[in-house]
């Protein structure tokens, strides 16, 4: 995700997908996956996401709902951390099956670390497989990923090193086991935390179940039972679908024409004037050393924000 594994989460609070990029999106999975009707049912994780991440360290306490990750948490949600490419991800996700996400954020105020910590469940594990393989490629494009971490006993999983403006590092590893998607990352005021995030990633590898989905209903292991005229959704069924789809279609035409103007402010994209002072909100020219864009990236600390091209400090 843009903006490194903890980086760019310290935006999800104030950010929200456009109402068009979902519609999008549902249009996109739901046009690719015309199968019988029960390929639509939505699978319910067990054991729940809530009961396979470990338990937080005795000296960690949890940071308040204001954290990046406070309990379970929709694609939508999650997909802002890509900021300018939200929709992007957020297309990517529902394309790969997402079902469920659930996270924290912990604090240790003594040793001034912070522990991110959260999975998401996909309908089957190639699902979770592309996820990774996306997420990766996004944290390395990030102008904060500074190099790849190593561990060992955990597969398939990246890992990385990020150094923000802040001076903060960060030390986080990416793993699916099964259906799910983990992340598990530690931030520090020093550089002191890489062992931290390899023995905590590779004790939540060993502790989560292997998968949250059983295997014969992953949608890759069900396609090859599934057949058009099946049982429960017959061959004339697909005309409906696709009569719906072609519905939803003009519903999209009309938001996008209502939302053309504000589309680059709610996508999480900031448009800087070209001497750099100003930023538009789809309304108004802001000046941008006195207000920061609600949609832009923050740093992890909360002390700079990004204007698609340098870190800048938040007015105090």
């Known amino acids: ?15 929200v997908t456009p109402p068009v990029s979902r519609l999008v999106c549902a249009l996109l ?3 690719g996956a015309l199968q019988p009707m029960t390929a ?40 802002t951390a890509w900021g300018t490419k939200a929709a992007e991800a957020h297309t990517a996700l529902e394309a790969d099956g997402f079902v469920e996400g659930y996270g924290f954020t912990w604090i240790n105020q003594l040793d001034k670390r912070a522990l991110i910590e959260f ?50 590092v960060s030390d986080a590893f990416a793993f699916v086991k099964g259906n799910d998607f983990f992340v598990i990352g530690f931030e520090s005021t020093q550089d002191d935390v890489l062992n931290l995030a390899q023995t905590r990633a590779k004790n939540q ?61 709610m996508s999480g994209d900031v448009q800087m004037s070209p001497d750099g002072a100003s930023w538009w909100d ?3 020219w802001h000046d941008a050393q006195q207000e920061v864009p609600f949609m832009a990236r923050r740093s992890p600390d909360g002390a700079f924000w990004w204007d698609g091209q340098k870190w800048r400090p938040v007015p105090q």
Not at 4 to 13: E, F, P
Not at 53 to 70: I, K
Not at 219 to 227: G, H, I, L, R, V
Request: net charge negative; hydrophobic share 40%; aromatic share 10%.
């Open 282 to 284: 789809g309304q108004k």
């Open 119 to 168: 999975v998401v469940a996909f309908a089957g594990g190639q699902g979770a497989r592309n996820w990774l393989t996306f997420a990766e490629a996004g944290d390395k494009a990030d102008p904060t990923y500074q190099h790849a971490d190593t561990a060992s006993g955990i597969d398939p999983y990246y890992g990385e090193h990020n150094a923000y403006p802040s001076h903060d």
């Open 1 to 15: 995700m843009a903006g490194g594994v903890l980086a760019g989460l310290a935006n999800l609070r104030s950010q």
């Open 205 to 265: 590898y060993n502790a989560a179940p292997d998968s949250t989905i059983p295997r014969d209903q992953w949608p890759e292991n069900a396609k090859a039972t599934a057949s058009p005229g099946s049982a429960g959704f017959p061959a004339g069924g697909y005309v409906f679908v696709a009569a719906l789809l072609i519905g939803l279609l003009a519903v999209v035409v009309v938001f996008a024409r209502q939302s053309r103007q504000r589309g680059a402010t």
């Open 40 to 79: 639509f049912a939505i699978p319910i994780p067990s054991p729940s996401l809530s009961e396979i991440l470990l338990p937080p360290p005795s000296d960690y306490a949890e940071s308040g709902a204001n954290a990046p990750f406070h309990g379970s948490f929709t694609s939508s949600v999650y997909a």
């Open 29 to 31: 999975v739901a046009a």
